[in-house]
């Protein structure tokens, strides 16, 4: 691999453990937090709606910047600043719903923009090597996965007023390590709106497209209520870190894992099993949510639900976009997906989860997968001969 560039590895990794050490502890506390301060259902489901609402719009804005400046780690710097600033809020906000509303929007705003341009800016790095990616970002798993574990043994031991301190904490971090971060070179092939809605009518993007959509809809039940849902059926919470730790640590296998796997099965294959196996998972909780060990079998599973399937898309995103595009291909991914997808399965399973109940709400989840995989099989290639050369 001689003359490629050098990979500023350990900061990139630095980059993914504190961000998504924040996710860590926002996924599974945020909703009993809000729980704690006297949100019902309804609310709670769209407060989190709210957060993940603005990645339909957040990421795109940022990345039309950041793909028109060129200056993509100064958006990162900025999104990771902001996100620290706005947050800090919540402190004020307490049991209002509008003050409540007001951060989540204020603070997911810019949160939202900094991973897109920051993937952009890690596979520009790995120019020639993007088969390296997974083995930098399983440390965002690792990140994950102490928040869950350290928050989880927190709350029982001096409650879930931890969960908002230890956020301005990681934060903090997360603006730090992002003044270390240097920015990459970018290809110099141009393109403007015109060649992104090019590349949208390619029936193989668009319906790749649409696919993530729905599974992380899928999804949305269990970032807004599945802590909630096993503390109605009597777990502690050190219980709940360990079940969302179970799935963190086969996550960490399955990064390392796919760069072998990528281009020995290809893109199609690998999507649609994860999709079908986000079938199982969410039949498993819904059914079984008292048994902790078919719990901890359906957490096993987000190695699937996510580590595959997030692998195997953000390659094919980096591929379809290309050049000046980067910056909103990666954009329009995480606004379609984890902002779309996620804050409408969000705002559904607040809708239903006291009239249906929460197995009800899983089955829904369950269905979602299954046209998800679907989709996934009918439009992305069989054959995808980018990955044959390791790109």
């Not at 937090?33 to 990421?59: C, E, N, S, V």
């Not at 790749?208 to 992380?216: G, H, M, P, Y």
């Not at 996510?306 to 606004?335: D, E, K, M, N, P």
Request: charged share 10%; aromatic share 12%; with cysteine.
């Amino acid at each position: 691999m001689g003359g490629l560039p050098a990979v500023p590895a350990i900061r990139l990794s630095a980059f993914y453990l504190a961000f998504f050490g924040v996710l860590g502890v926002l996924s599974p506390y945020w909703g009993p937090y809000l729980k704690a301060q006297g949100f019902d259902a309804a609310a709670i489901g769209t407060l989190i709606a709210l957060m993940h609402g603005t990645k339909i719009i957040a990421p795109n804005l940022w990345g039309w910047v950041a793909d028109h400046t060129g200056h993509r780690i100064r958006v990162i710097r900025l999104a990771s600043i902001g996100a620290l600033i706005c947050f800090s809020g919540v402190f004020a906000a307490g049991g209002s719903f509008a003050a409540m509303a007001a951060v989540m929007i204020a603070f997911s705003f810019f949160w939202h923009a900094a991973m897109p341009q920051f993937e952009a800016n890690t596979m520009n790095h790995l120019t020639g090597q993007t088969h390296r990616y997974p083995r930098i970002r399983l440390w965002g798993t690792v990140g994950f996965m102490a928040s869950v574990l350290v928050v989880g043994e927190g709350i029982d031991r001096v409650g879930v007023g931890v969960v908002p301190v230890v956020l301005v904490g990681l934060f903090a971090a997360l603006s730090l390590v992002s003044l270390s971060v240097p920015q990459a070179g970018q290809a110099s092939d141009s393109a403007d709106g015109q060649g992104l809605l090019a590349v949208l009518r390619q029936p193989q993007v668009f319906g790749l497209l649409i696919a993530c959509f729905l599974l992380q809809a899928s999804h949305g039940p269990f970032y807004a209520f599945y802590s909630i849902y096993l503390q109605s059926h009597g777990y502690s919470a050190t219980a709940i870190g360990l079940l969302w730790s179970i799935g963190l640590i086969a996550e960490i296998g399955v990064f390392l894992l796919m760069p072998r796997w990528l281009p020995r099965f290809g893109p199609r294959r690998l999507l649609t099993v994860a999709m079908l196996l986000g079938v199982v998972r969410w039949l498993l909780v819904a059914r079984f949510p008292e048994v902790a060990a078919t719990q901890g079998f359906a957490q096993l599973l987000h190695a699937a639900t996510y580590g595959v399937y997030h692998a195997a898309a953000i390659s094919l995103i980096h591929r379809y976009f290309t050049g000046g595009l980067q910056g909103r291909g990666q954009a329009l991914y995480s606004s379609m997906t984890f902002g779309a997808g996620v804050s409408l399965g969000s705002f559904v399973a607040g809708s239903l989860w006291d009239s249906a109940g929460g197995a009800q709400t899983f089955y829904l989840a369950a269905g979602l997968a299954a046209v998800a995989s679907m989709v996934a099989f009918s439009v992305v290639p069989a054959r995808d001969r980018l990955y044959a050369a390791r790109a």
